[in-house]
């Protein structure tokens, strides 16, 4: 079920491999680790809101000097994420708003979700420069002047944040909503910066939205740890997307299962992906056991393999 006050993630994750064969593999900037790693690039869009989330669509990010770029044609990962919007329009993907991190930030990704109606939130990187008042300044030195009494308490995801915000001028952007959030109320450490095209909307809903986002890197730590998201060696790329596929589709029945557990709807907390694989592995090999005693007196014993084993 979506809803309208969902959000669609766009993010990119890396797959690290070994081999120098594997399809669409290169030297990729590691932002977890601080380095390069010889690793494929995936880029997807994924649906959340406050009581679920699961994946919609990915794409394969090529280098432009890949033999696979070559033969498929050359994409930026903006072009990528312009063309995963495509698709959740087309889908009738009702969720309001579109979020993403500050390197999908572009003015041709902003417009081509606009032209949809659609709105988008996004973290503003500290070097981007706002008009203000009192001339240009960079999104960082702006928050730095904000008096400290002028931040206030929201409450958002039952978290709290303090926070202050200004419809600015934004170079390629235009005029959005710009949000500074602290997580603390002494106002400690590196604020988030955010921005929206959502002028109308207050600091709670820019900071509501943006905060859904985290759902897609719990979803690929998920996929990778336990649906075998990176642990596919197949040497062509149809055959890696079919793989990939089978996990995308794994995860949203576990999440349904998960939504549409008892105890869930008792309790409101959170099953993890890992222990519903566990989970559904018990029940899998409770049916067979259940069905292997049913039978174990109408059914010979070798016939009672070959329907296991076949």
Known sequence: RWRRDGVVAIDDTLLPKTGKKMPGAGKLWDHASGRYVHAQCLVTSHYADPDRDYPLGLRQYLKHDSPEADRHGFKTKIMQAMELVDECEELDVPAGTYVFDSWYLSGELAEHIEAYGKGWVSRLKRNRILHTPDGKVKAGEWEG??????????????????????????????????????????????????????????????????????????????????????????????????????????????????????????????????????????????????????????????????????
């Open 145 to 310: 002047r904000v008096p400290r009494h002028a931040f206030r308490k929201v409450e958002a995801l039952d978290k709290c944040y303090w926070v202050y915000t200004e419809v600015l001028y934004v170079n390629r952007l235009g005029r959005v909503r710009v949000v500074a959030s602290y997580d603390n109320p002494d106002l400690e450490g590196e604020p988030v910066i955010l921005a929206s095209n959502r002028t109308h909307w207050r600091a709670k809903s820019v900071v509501r939205c943006y905060g859904l986002r985290f759902r897609v890197d719990n979803f690929y730590r998920d996929a990778k740890q336990n649906l075998g998201l990176g642990g596919c060696h197949l040497r062509t790329l149809k055959g890696a997307g079919g793989h990939r596929l089978l996990g995308f589709t794994g995860y949203s029945l576990l999440k349904i299962r998960v939504c549409r557990s008892r105890l869930y709807r008792r309790i409101r907390s959170d099953q993890t992906i890992g222990a519903e694989c566990r989970q559904a592995f018990m029940d899998l090999l409770g049916n067979l056991v259940q069905w292997v005693y049913s039978n174990a007196n109408k059914l010979p014993v070798n016939q009672i393999l070959d329907v296991i084993l076949r």
